[in-house]
């Protein structure tokens, strides 16, 4: 039965049914009807999904290092450096997937395969921990370590975490935006839900990852590698079906073709016409009309001043007037507007992406420097020792208590004062993220002071502070959640809203490459401070004993690296243009980055 497009005065007629606005497909390729297809049935199964997809990744990921050390037999530093390069790899994949997502395979297509893949990976994974490295039997825990390896037991054991790494890493950024094209966002009620939906997304992930940091972790850290690898096959095998039972109730996005070819046919095109002269109102740039976008569930995109120089895609020159056709025309000699648009808004994204690079350098320490300053302090409670690294479960609590706290509460008080049901834009989010960051920092920065002070008058040559208890970290902890609530879900709308129709997954797939190149500045950052501050018989600000080092002064110098970030984000905020599609604006109050006006130091 076909389906009308518009529903009149808010009613349907009998007997017929209402697609989506946005062009979403059924399974079959028809178009999708509202009722009997996504919205939250297809979101809340996309979001146990991900939460059994992030319980199998961390469940590897949160105790490899301790692998490569008791079962492998590296030495801290080359495991150290080994789990960076793996956890750079997995979100460098991640671009890998949105290419091919948003070019050839569609969103669905593409977390199927790389699903299958980290499947693959894992229960690979498991079998050559079983069979292979725990020689002898019982060996892995902290008192007894594993003997050698053949090089053929090492390459399928590399080769297996890479397959892990590829799996999760092309699939995230692809169920992200799959989950969020569940949502019409043309409809003003699912475009609330879209907006919700990456919020609880992220929930979804932490709540996943608190299962591996706490029940997995102690397992792990017990010698059970095997059953916790296959604890992790286990769920992601599961997180597999349910991804697959929800097929005809999902709706779709057709690909749209490489966009790299798209976005280089504007850029030859624009150089061609450099001589060219352009009229200042811009009546003379080429673009075709909207039904022609339509009918390929796309939308055109207004033109917007700025970066007038690819403006001249556009330009139609008398040659090419006559010889004009809508489905005829060159487009290295000749680009629509919504063409040399969707160029501008990646142009416009990449400043922003930039700034949000070193938070991702803040983010990192808490899987590293927060958990070797945790191990220096006092970390046994009655006759139980608490893990260092299980003090993440307040960074996953606090994310938890914030998310509501801010859809409940935040959000609404502040949509109620501006008298506008945006409440606090995607921008002004991630400028709050990285000042709550800085705050973070700041903590953890004073807390080392007096955990050295204690250590000093206790025991200046000790490992560790036997008066300075490891709950004291409990702040840095909360902060960074409350900060990733603000940032990191932050991101994920606003690169959703802002990528053009076609580069969606990229959108998301920048989130991820901007923590995968965090790792790495990060430890790029560690060696520059290392290689200044260890000299003259001096251990340097981490040393590997952080009683003779100076660990505080890292932790305020990434705080006074991160003021100036958020100077500069403040600037290129300012700066940006909001995306704006036909009949609707596309983000913000007033599409531009004014908003973040309210945003002073």
Request: proline share 3%; with cysteine.
């Amino acid at each position: 039965m076909a389906c009308n497009k518009v529903e009149v005065n808010g009613k349907v007629g009998k007997g017929q049914e209402v697609c989506t606005l946005d062009g979403t497909v059924d399974y079959h390729g028809r178009p999708a009807i509202r009722e009997r297809s996504g919205t939250w049935f297809a979101g809340i199964l996309l979001l146990v999904n991900q939460g059994l997809a992030t319980l199998a990744f961390f469940g590897v990921g949160v105790n490899l290092v301790l692998f490569l050390t008791r079962v492998m037999g590296q030495d801290n530093a080359d495991a150290a450096n080994d789990v960076s390069k793996w956890t750079g790899t997995v979100y460098l994949f991640s671009l890998v997937g949105a290419f091919l997502s948003d070019s050839y395979w569609g969103r669905y297509k593409t977390c199927a395969i790389f699903q299958a893949i980290f499947v693959i990976g894992l229960v690979s994974l498991s079998l050559s921990t079983y069979i292979f490295l725990l020689k002898p039997k019982g060996c892995g825990d902290e008192k007894t370590l594993c003997g050698s390896h053949s090089s053929f037991q090492s390459t399928f054991f590399y080769l297996s975490i890479y397959l892990v790494a590829l799996g999760n890493g092309g699939y995230q950024p692809n169920i992200t935006t799959f989950g969020a094209d569940q949502f019409d966002e043309e409809d003003p009620k699912e475009g609330r839900s879209k907006i919700s939906f990456f919020s609880y997304f992220y929930l979804a992930l932490n709540l996943g990852s608190l299962f591996s940091n706490s029940f997995l972790s102690y397992f792990e850290n017990e010698g059970m590698w095997a059953l916790g690898f296959w604890a992790s096959a286990g769920s992601a095998a599961l997180a597999l079906v349910l991804f697959l039972c929800g097929t005809p109730r999902y709706r779709y996005f057709e690909p749209k073709g490489n966009p790299i070819s798209r976005f280089s046919q504007v850029l030859v095109a624009a150089a061609r016409k450099l001589k060219v002269e352009m009229m200042p109102s811009g009546e003379d740039l080429f673009e075709l009309e909207a039904k022609n976008y339509a009918k390929n569930g796309d939308r055109k995109l207004l033109h917007t001043q700025g970066l007038k120089f690819l403006d001249r895609a556009a330009v139609i020159t008398s040659e090419e007037f006559n010889q004009i056709g809508e489905d005829t025309n060159d487009p290295w000699h000749l680009c629509t507007v919504t063409q040399v648009e969707e160029v501008k808004c990646i142009l416009r994204l990449i400043p922003i992406w930039l700034c949000t690079i070193l938070y991702s350098v803040v983010f990192t320490q808490m899987a590293s420097l927060f958990v070797e300053q945790g191990a220096a302090m006092k970390t046994t409670v009655s006759s139980f020792n608490l893990p260092p690294a299980s003090m993440s479960c307040f960074d996953i609590l606090s994310v938890v208590a914030f998310i509501f706290i801010y859809r409940r509460i935040i959000d609404p008080f502040v949509a109620l004062r501006k008298k506008n049901a945006k409440g606090i834009t995607e921008l002004q989010r991630m400028g709050i993220g990285l000042v709550i960051a800085i705050l973070a920092m700041v903590a953890a920065g004073v807390v080392e002071s007096f955990r050295l002070n204690y250590a000093k008058e206790s025991c200046p040559n000790c490992e560790g502070s036997s008066s300075l208890s490891i709950f004291w970290q409990i702040p840095q902890y909360v902060l960074i959640g409350a900060s990733e609530v603000f940032m990191y879900v932050g991101q994920l709308e606003f690169f959703n809203s802002q990528a053009p129709d076609g580069l969606k997954t990229f959108g998301s797939a920048l989130c991820m490459t901007s923590i995968s190149l965090g790792n790495y500045v990060s430890s790029l950052l560690v060696m520059i401070v290392m290689s200044f501050s260890a000299r003259d018989n001096m251990p340097g600000w981490i040393p590997g004993n952080l009683n003779k080092g100076h660990l505080e002064r890292f932790y305020f110098l990434l705080a006074a690296l991160t003021t100036v970030d958020l100077m500069v984000y403040i600037v290129c905020a300012r700066w940006y243009k909001y995306i704006k599609f036909e009949g609707k604006s596309g983000g913000g109050d007033n599409n531009s980055g004014n908003e973040l006006s309210e945003l002073k130091v």
